[in-house]
Nanobody
Framework: QVQLVESGGGVVQPGGSLRLSCRNS????????MGWYRQVAGKYRELVAI???????EYQNSVKGRFHVARDGAEDSIYLQMTNLQPADTGTYYC??????????WGQGTQVTVSS
């Protein structure tokens, strides 16, 4: 019932910007939240930003003021606008979708590399 399609990763220099998109390609009921995590090889997956449907977004401290998460107009679609990217932001970014009483579904991940 959920299939997340991510796009927008790439290679960017420090100080640059990228926009990641995540779309649920199927019709789904009971969606309560979407958001983004990231993971570097050998490390735990860490929260980047969450977007509950009923309250304001929340961010990891290291990305506050640089990243912005919002709904993308279409149902069950969000984007993550990332500015002033730094090498520490490098990683695989995973979108997720939560449904009431049905748990979490993850996207396939999209790679972001920040390097000069």
């Amino acid at each position: 019932q959920v299939q997340l399609v991510e796009s927008g990763g790439g290679v960017v220099q420090p100080g640059g910007s990228l926009r990641l998109s995540c779309r649920n390609s199927r019709t789904t009921s009971g969606v309560s939240e979407m958001g983004w995590y990231r993971q570097v090889a050998g490390k735990y997956r860490e929260l980047v930003a969450i977007l509950p449907w009923d309250r304001e977004p929340e961010y990891q401290n290291s990305v506050k003021g640089r990243f912005h998460v919002a709904r993308d107009g279409a149902e069950d679609s969000i984007y993550l606008q990332m500015t002033n990217l730094q090498p520490a932001d490098t990683g695989t970014y995973y979108c997720y979708l939560d449904r009431l009483l049905a748990g979490r579904t993850w996207g396939q991940g999209t790679q972001v590399t920040v390097s000069s």
